[in-house]
């Protein structure tokens, strides 16, 4: 079984700084793609940034030059560095990862379907 675990959310001061992390565990074989969305109240969920296997990033223009996502593939774990947040930032923050899972040894099962965490708060307020 296959569990996405966030960690860094906050209360944090307009221009403040957090790190998000998302850490995978279980049978996974591959991670294909790597992802940070949010939901504000009222508001559709909404891309924030994305990250390629290759290390290609795609960034939602509300946050380019402020938030970077990086990964590490050893530890199976995707971050979101934000700085310079505003209020406007606050929202629940979901990470997703395309993952590729192994089930058994011998005649192994690959699977491959999307991921996401159970969302971490990020609150920017004064």
């Known amino acids: 079984q296959v569990q996405l675990v966030e960690s860094g959310g906050g209360l944090v001061q307009p221009g403040g700084s957090l790190r998000l992390s998302c850490a995978a565990s279980g049978s996974i074989f591959s991670i294909n793609a790597w992802g940070w969305y949010r939901q504000a109240p009222g508001k559709e969920r909404e891309l924030v940034a994305t990250?390629?296997?290759?290390?290609?990033?795609n960034y939602a223009d509300s946050v380019k030059g402020r938030f970077t996502i990086s990964r590490d593939n050893a530890k199976k774990t995707v971050y979101l560095q934000m700085n310079s947040l505003k209020p406007e930032d606050t929202a629940v923050y979901y990470c997703r990862m395309g993952l590729t899972t192994r089930q058994g040894i011998y005649n192994p099962i690959f699977s491959t379907r999307d991921y996401w965490g159970q969302g971490t708060q990020v609150t920017v307020s004064s």
């Open positions: 990250i390629t296997r290759g290390g290609s990033t």
